[in-house]
């Protein structure tokens, strides 16, 4: 198992045609980060020894993302145009020389930022809707 370098991870968006994905990059992307975070139920009872017990509930993963704004940019123009009509997008985590993370999502916010002094930058929030689905690499 190698080490992966900040710089090769890539934000891809689906913007094929049903049936047919046609894999883009989110343009002049800087950073990602992928969370994952599972929520946990209470099952304490009065038995449980003067403890709270717990088991694992339902599971969720989000991608936040940023980079500078490329204002022509297909992928950055999926992300906008699905979050503006209130689509699903399907989105991919790549990792050069790995494996693939992909999974629906939906778009729960975009910035843009435009100072005077200084370049045009975007950030995106990705909420995942069901399970991500391991893609092996080729």
Known sequence: MGKVAGVDILILVDTGTSGTP?????????????????DTIDMTTKQSGGYTEHE???????????????SDDTGYKALVDAMRQKKKLKVRWQEAGTDTYEGDCLVTSRDLE????GEATYSVELQGTGAPVLTPAP
């Open 56 to 70: 694992y509930g339902l599971a969720s993963w989000t991608i936040s993302a940023d980079g500078l704004y490329v």
């Open 22 to 38: 046609a894999w883009t990059a989110v343009g002049g992307q800087r950073g990602a980060t992928l969370s994952e975070s599972v």
């Open 114 to 117: 435009g100072p005077y002094d």
